[in-house]
């Protein structure tokens, strides 16, 4: 797995090589989509506060893209390629809060070796980036988790539904099996426009919760 990150991806230095894991299921078992495959979408929604932020310190990470309900198609190569960079960054990155490393309650950044969870986030979208998943297919999502905190997951829309890469797991699951409170993702044409996950007025968390 090391060196295939090494050769695809040198935007960052890896530095721990991380053993190549199952995603948990195979890709296979995927072939038929059914009705909760993809999370439904129910209008526009605010992106949260420290995504503006980091767009406006790092703004060719925020590019409007110009897909719209793009998909890659899910094969056993990518599954488990995604397999592999979602346990790699959950190995790689310590745990950590923003107060702890920035000294501020929310600051969102690419890590280098601690960060919390929408940092996680961050690093998967690049290196799944670098080995050529389109960006229109890599959403950041903000959820609740079962004890109703903020949380940062990454979607990867695929042919066979939308799946979570996430740092509290290493198994990457359908959205639907996660267990979480889907709030809002990323529009797959500009990632500064962001999509309501569920109807009516969910709650929206003020901060995302580090490191969970």
């Known amino acids: 797995m090391f060196s295939r990150l090494q050769q695809l991806t040198a935007v960052l ?7 190549a894991a199952a995603a948990g299921e195979s890709v296979s078992n995927f072939n038929s989509a059914g009705d909760y495959a993809f999370a439904p979408a129910y209008g526009e929604a605010l992106p949260p506060v420290g995504y503006v932020d980091f767009c406006a310190r790092h703004a060719g990470e925020c590019r409007p893209l110009g897909g719209s309900n793009v998909k890659i198609k899910l094969t056993s190569e990518r599954w488990q390629v995604l397999g592999e960079i979602n346990d790699f960054v959950n190995r790689k990155i310590r745990p950590a809060h923003d107060v702890d490393l920035h000294g501020v309650p929310e600051r969102w950044s690419i890590p280098t070796d601690a960060g919390d969870c929408e940092d996680y986030v961050l690093l998967k979208k ?15 999502t903000v ?6 905190g903020g949380h940062a997951v990454l979607i990867v829309r695929t042919s066979a539904g ?22 809002k ?3 797959q ?24």
């Open 189 to 212: 044409s500009d990632p500064l426009q962001w999509i309501a996950l569920t109807p009516g007025n969910a709650p929206d968390p003020v901060s995302i919760a580090g490191g969970n």
């Open 162 to 183: 939308d799946f979570v890469l996430d740092n509290r797991r290493t198994e990457i699951k359908r959205w639907s099996e996660t267990g979480y409170y889907f709030l």
């Open 185 to 187: 993702r990323q529009s």
């Open 126 to 140: 690049r290196y799944l980036e670098g080995v050529g998943f389109p960006a229109e297919t890599l959403l950041i």
């Open 143 to 148: 959820v609740l988790e079962e004890q109703g």
């Open 13 to 19: 230095v890896v530095c721990w090589a991380g053993s």
